[in-house]
């Protein structure tokens, strides 16, 4: 079945990196977008951007340029998030989610904690 | 890009019907038929159950149903059942090629 599994949770520094992983499986990778999702603490969801897993090409929506970074590895079939400089209002579950019309399916989540 | 303004709660009784309403503007919902709505149950990920308008995932039950009416589009759960008490998204397309998400509702079964 088509499933998205994403890395576990994290407990970071301000100013520390983090990267998050989503492996993708029962489909073929390069077919569907990717997109990235944020939910912070008692919040609703808000669209980070989308990377087009055939080209590489990514998306970022406004208020998530400079410090996120979207890739891709097509050998393993898995989509990474990668936040620098990070900062206390970045604690927060990130999603990935498959397809460029319609999100289907989610990963889990990994939640990312910014604490000093 | 703001946010697409979905009431913060609704409530029913087991086997009534709730409807959520998803206001936009002409620049995403009344654009475009790319609205979607998602299932989020406490402590779980987002599930797909409304795309394109009024489109079913198979295995969302016939009870989800959706429309749209010029900015504002609608998500209708009928025979309410005390598991889908969840929180509810609206997504919408819009005309920056970005995706807008509303405020979420929280479904309240009694």
């Known amino acids: 079945q088509v499933q998205l599994v994403q890395s576990g949770s994290e407990l970071k520094k301000p100013g520390a990196s983090v990267k998050v992983s989503c492996k993708a499986s029962?489909?073929?990778?390069?077919?569907?977008?990717m997109n990235w999702v944020r939910q912070a603490p008692g919040q609703g969801l808000e669209w980070m951007g989308w990377i087009n897993t055939n080209t590489g090409n990514p998306t970022y929506a406004q208020g998530f340029t400079g410090r996120f970074v979207f890739s891709l590895d097509t050998s393993v079939s898995t989509a990474y998030l990668q936040i620098s400089s990070l900062k206390a209002e970045d604690t927060a579950v990130y999603y990935c989610?498959?397809?460029?019309?319609?999100?289907?399916?989610w990963g889990q989540g990994t939640l990312v904690t910014v604490s000093s | 890009q703001s946010a697409l303004t979905q009431p913060p709660s609704v409530s029913g009784s087991p086997g009534q019907s709730v409807t959520i309403s998803c206001t936009g503007t002409s620049s995403d919902v009344g654009s475009y038929n790319r609205v979607s709505w998602y299932q989020q149950p406490p402590g779980t990920a987002p599930k797909l159950m409304i795309y394109?308008?009024?489109n079913r995932p198979s295995g969302v039950p016939d009870r989800f149903s959706g429309s749209k009416s010029g900015n504002t589009a609608s998500l209708t759960i009928s025979g309410l059942q005390a598991e889908d008490e969840a929180d509810y998204y609206c997504?919408?397309?819009?005309?920056?090629?970005?995706?807008?998400f509303g405020g979420g509702t929280k479904l309240t079964v009694l």
């Open positions: 989610a498959r397809g460029r019309w319609r999100f289907d399916p």
């Open positions: 394109e308008v009024s």
């Open positions: 997504s919408s397309y819009t005309s920056s090629s970005t995706w807008v």
């Open positions: 029962g489909y073929t990778f390069t077919s569907y977008a």
